[in-house]
């Protein structure tokens, strides 16, 4: 058994890195926000549900393509996916999406689970996914029939974690929440305060049956450090993105570990933009760029008006993230008022898409 880390440690030499990097920063090496521009880019966790007839013009605009990611939402009679919409989706503009299927613990007391979820894996690999996703319903949703939360660490999903690693299938990993989901609703400014107040049933604070934060973010540590073989993205920066000392405690830890930014903007705005520059500086290949963007109904039940108006909101949600990474100016991220980070044309072309294929590729 490994010893347990303290959350608020950090090790000496990563903190010494953190302010060498930051002093021996490549100035000449940053690159104008045109030139960023035609950076290839892969934003590697998008719910693009339904087809949009703007996006292949929208996304050439950015030199992008996005990843295509599965959710299993509870439904009355069990997991509701949408790998189906998805897949219709990717086959209409291939050139511009890649696909990420999911699965849940829902009947993991059935003799046959594993055979039947695997097949499912088989199945939508064959269809194009090349990576899975978990969720947090491992953990805060899921229960078996003795009321008990199932966890990502249960020895009985080890055949889908062999599974992947004989695949070479990554999983992007969202597991747990961040910590403001198991505290009052008590400080509108925070990032997380409308997503808690809007969707309350994932506010764990009204739910003290839920297993707690600390707990569920060490569940998933063990997880990661027993299967070392497996690639995984830790979706939301760890869902530990307030304090990036504890992203790289994991990350020091854990070779097989990257992490993905999707939704965690404002949490890095709120941090001293010297100490994220560094923590990017420092772990230019673990990190990958993602947003969490999507839509959630088809084009019919819109009019021309609501997919303009759908378009430029899209276009101003990126162009705010691609400023806070490339530029260094003022600017408000998530009601946070913070500096750009001014990263290099080396680390943005790691983050937007080289790390991404070097995982995908191996």
């Keep these: 058994m490994r010893s347990k880390l303290p959350f608020n440690y950090i090790p000496k030499p990563v903190g010494i890195l953190f302010f060498l990097i930051f002093l021996g920063c490549n100035q000449s090496d940053f690159i104008s926000y045109k030139t960023f521009e035609q950076l290839p880019k892969i934003d590697i966790h998008s719910h693009y549900k339904y087809s949009r007839a703007y996006l292949p013009e929208f996304f050439n605009k950015w030199n992008m393509k996005t990843v295509l990611v ?56 064959s269809n194009g996914a090349t990576m899975v996703k978990v969720w947090k319903n491992f953990g805060m949703v899921t229960q078996d029939s003795a009321g008990k939360y199932l966890m990502i660490n249960d020895a009985r999903l080890n055949p889908i974690w062999d599974f992947l690693v004989e695949n070479k299938i990554p999983v992007l990993a969202h597991i747990g929440d961040p910590e403001q989901a198991w505290r009052p609703l008590d400080d509108p400014n925070n990032p997380h305060y409308n997503y808690y107040k809007n969707n309350p049933e994932y506010h764990a604070y009204n739910f003290p049956e839920v297993p707690s934060y600390e707990e569920i973010i060490e569940v998933r540590d063990e997880w990661v450090q027993n299967n070392p073989n497996l690639e995984i993205i830790a979706a939301h920066i760890a869902s530990m993105a307030n304090d990036l ?6 990350l020091e830890n854990y070779p097989n570990l990257s992490v993905e ?27 990958l760029f993602g947003t969490d963007y999507g839509n959630a109904a088809p084009s019919s039940r819109l009019s021309q008006e609501d997919l303009k108006e759908e378009l430029d909101r899209l276009d101003e949600d990126y162009q705010r993230l691609f400023k806070y990474l490339v530029k260094s100016d003022s600017m408000l991220v998530r009601n946070q008022k913070t500096r750009g980070l001014a990263l290099s044309k080396t680390i943005l072309a790691k983050i937007f898409s080289e790390n991404f294929f070097s995982i995908i590729e191996k």
């Design 261 to 287: 930014l999707g939704a965690r903007f404002g949490d890095l705005a709120m941090q001293d933009s010297k100490k994220v520059s560094a923590f990017f500086e420092r772990y230019q290949d673990r990190i």
């Design 70 to 125: 599965d959710v299993a939402l509870k439904g009355e009679d069990g997991p509701v996916r949408n790998f189906n919409n998805y897949l219709e989706h990717y086959k209409e503009f291939p050139d511009y999406f890649f696909l990420c299927t999911t699965f849940t613990a829902f009947g993991i007391e059935n003799p046959d689970y594993i055979e039947n979820t695997i097949a499912q894996l088989k199945k939508d690999i």
């Design 245 to 250: 000392s504890k992203v790289a405690v994991r």
